[in-house]
């Protein structure tokens, strides 16, 4: 009763925080023509040193976090088959584009070599389980390509889990982003995956035939 109206509430505020991170942005688009609106000193250093990654990562990764939640509405899914198909090639190539120039921008992170390193580390599992999500349904194995998936996209939320811990950085005292991202970039995203774990090991004991099933119908994230 209470998981009945849990699940689209979740999924509303988890759709409302990934839209306003992915239209906040869209301001990298103004560096294309040279305006850089609000965007922080370190973070044009390091698009300086590696202009191509760094724009592929930043102007593209917002369709991934802006496509995802909807790929989880069991509503949608279920009555526009078609459209899920597609949003979904848009998804993975979206991650794949944002997910290589994220790796390749990693060792110019302006936290230094530890948040590099942090976001290296997250950029290739953000590679490898959407790449495998997206083999998976190919290949029909629907159990394997929605868990798969819920843990991509616990990876790509992480984009708007560090922008909430922002505050929280300068908070505990930190000057700046790039003082706090040695954190960021592990707290970021290990919670989202730790979160996605329990809900699963928690869905596979309550329903064990659900990852079992082959059309899978999801009633959560
Ligand atoms: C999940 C894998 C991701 C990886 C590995 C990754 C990696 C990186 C790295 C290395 C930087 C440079 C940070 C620095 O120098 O401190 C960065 C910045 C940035 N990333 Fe990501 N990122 C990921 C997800 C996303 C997503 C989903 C978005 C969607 C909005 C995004 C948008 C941005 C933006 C806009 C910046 C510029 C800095 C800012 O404005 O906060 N990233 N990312």
New binding site residues.
């Given amino acids: 009763m209470v998981g009945k109206y849990f699940a689209p509430s979740f999924r509303a505020i988890m759709i409302l925080l990934a839209t306003g991170?992915?239209l906040y942005?869209l301001r990298?688009y103004g560096v294309l023509v040279d305006r850089w609106l609000d965007?922080?000193p370190?973070?044009r250093t390091?698009i300086a040193h590696v202009p191509i990654q760094?724009l592929m990562?930043?102007l593209i990764?917002?369709i991934?976090?802006l496509l995802g939640p909807f790929q989880f509405i069991p509503g949608l899914r279920a009555k526009y088959p078609q459209a899920h198909r597609w949003s979904g090639r848009v998804y993975v190539a979206a991650c794949v584009v944002?997910?290589a120039g994220?790796?390749a921008?990693?060792p110019?992170?302006?936290?230094g070599p530890v948040?590099?390193l942090g976001?290296g580390i997250?950029?290739v599992l953000?590679l490898g389980t959407t790449l495998g999500a997206w083999r998976a349904a190919v290949q029909r194995q629907f159990a394997l390509h929605r868990l798969l998936m819920r843990f991509s996209y616990a990876?790509?939320f992480?984009?708007v889990t560090l922008?909430l811990q922002i505050p929280l950085g300068f908070a505990l005292g930190y000057p700046t982003?790039?003082a706090m991202?040695v954190w960021l970039a592990y707290t970021s995203?290990i919670p989202n995956l730790i979160v996605v774990a329990l809900y699963s090991i928690a869905e596979a004991l309550r329903r064990p035939m659900a990852l079992a099933t082959v059309d899978g119908e999801m009633t959560a994230l």
């Fill in positions: 991170v992915a942005s990298y965007v922080d370190k973070i390091v760094a990562h930043m990764a917002p991934a976090l944002a997910g994220g790796l921008t990693s110019y992170a302006s936290g948040a590099g976001f997250l950029a953000w990876m790509t992480g984009a922008r982003y790039s991202s995203w």
